[in-house]
């Protein structure tokens, strides 16, 4: 299987989050998503896009989003179960 991967970045997204602006920062970040070529997954590799996760997929045409929280949760829960 081959994997190709293509990234991209929420220019000003952050500022936003510092500035209390989450409306703008989810804006950003969806507008960066609806411009990337068509993808099966989106992954968010910053634990302050997860707040954006679901406007996200809106914008990406439904596809799936992976947020860093959520990968980190299910690691966690895998390593406890197999304790």
């Known amino acids: ?3 190709e991967i293509v990234d991209a970045v929420a220019d000003g997204a952050f500022q936003a989050m510092k500035s209390m602006d989450f409306d ?3 804006r950003i970040a969806a507008a ?3 411009r990337l070529p068509p993808v ?3 992954v968010l590799g910053q634990f302050s896009l997860a707040r954006a996760a679901a406007r996200i997929a809106t914008a990406g045409g439904g596809r ?3 947020t860093t929280p959520d990968a980190a949760v299910s690691k966690l829960r895998a390593l406890v179960e197999l304790r």
């Open 1 to 3: 299987m081959k994997v």
């Open 32 to 34: 960066t998503a609806e």
């Open 24 to 26: 703008e920062h989810d």
């Open 64 to 66: 799936r989003v992976l």
């Open 40 to 42: 099966d997954a989106l």
